[in-house]
């Protein structure tokens, strides 16, 4: 049994405001990274390798992205915000205020139930060369 100073017994509230002082903005969030997805660390097989810079925008015609009982609070935040406009997965994880590797499990997620679709960053190897693009450019100014 906790006691206060005075010698009398610490009733609960008093336990729950002195519990309460730590919580604050600057703890962060009181659910820790595996509850939010569950415990896994990888997104579904569908969703495997996606990069950082990998688009991510909300399918129109997803039905599971407007019933908000199939989605816990951090993925109904991620479909707002890729409602809102397409981001990229560093983008997304910024604003939702989540690590990176949380939301690509949350991502893997709403990829499984086709929420969202993914437009991957194309690879080094098929971008057009940087001479090329410069005589496009110098001819264009001798127009």
């Not at 919580?23 to 996606?50: H, I, K, Q, S, W």
């Not at 915000?81 to 949350?106: F, I, N, W, Y």
């Amino acid at each position: 049994m906790s006691v206060h100073r005075g010698g009398r017994p610490a009733d609960a509230n008093d336990r729950s405001r002195q519990d309460s002082q730590w919580y604050d903005a600057e703890a962060g969030p009181l659910v820790r990274p595996y509850a939010m997805t569950g415990g896994r660390t990888e997104p579904g097989p569908r969703a495997a390798g996606f990069d950082l810079i990998a688009l991510v925008s909300l399918d129109p015609q997803a039905p599971d992205a407007e019933d908000e009982s199939a989605w816990g609070p951090e993925h109904r935040s991620l479909i707002e915000l890729c409602r809102a406009e397409t981001q990229s997965v560093a983008e997304l994880a910024a604003d939702a205020d989540l690590p990176v590797g949380v939301v690509r499990v949350l991502l893997g997620d709403l990829i499984e139930r086709r929420c969202v679709q993914v437009s991957r960053p194309v690879p080094p190897a098929q971008l057009p060369d940087e001479k090329i693009l410069r005589e496009v450019i110098d001819g264009l100014r001798a127009l």
